[in-house]
C-alpha cells in the first residue's frame, strides 16, 4: 500500500501561491493516478484536482486556470501549485491515490 506525506502548505495573503508536495513511497508510483481533495470546516472533502498515470488532468471549476496538479514519477511526488488564492481556498489539503490517503497539510489564504 502507497504511503502518503503532504507538505508545503501554510499561511499567504489573497493572491499569493503556495505549492504543496505528496510524497509516495513504493515502486510503482508511476503506476496511479493521483488526486489532491480539500476540506473546509464544516463543509465536506471536495476533489480539486486529480493526474493519472499518463499525465492527463483534470480540475474542480472553482480552481481551473490557478491552480496546476503536476508529477514527478522520478520523484515519486505529486505536486499542486496553486496561484491567485482567495479565502475561500482555505482548507486541509489532502493527497490521495485513491486506495491510500496522506495525513492533510493546511492552508489558510487570509490578510
Known amino acids: 500500500q502507497v504511503q502518503l506525506v503532504e507538505s508545503g502548505g501554510g499561511l499567504v495573503q489573497p493572491g499569493g501561491s503556495l505549492r504543496l508536495s505528496c510524497a509516495a513511497s513504493g515502486s510503482i508510483f508511476s503506476m496511479y493516478g493521483m488526486g489532491w481533495y480539500r476540506q473546509a470546516p464544516g463543509k465536506q472533502r471536495e476533489l480539486v484536482a486529480v493526474?493519472?498515470?499518463?499525465?492527463?488532468?483534470h480540475y474542480a471549476d472553482s480552481v481551473k486556470g490557478r491552480f496546476t496538479i503536476s508529477r514527478d514519477n522520478a520523484k515519486n511526488t505529486v505536486y499542486l501549485q496553486m496561484n491567485s488564492l482567495k479565502p475561500e481556498d482555505t482548507a486541509v489539503y489532502y493527497c490521495?491515490?485513491?486506495?491510500?490517503w496522506g495525513q492533510g497539510t493546511q492552508v489558510t489564504v487570509s490578510s
Open positions: 490521495t491515490s485513491g486506495k491510500s
Open positions: 493526474i493519472s498515470s499518463s499525465g492527463g488532468t
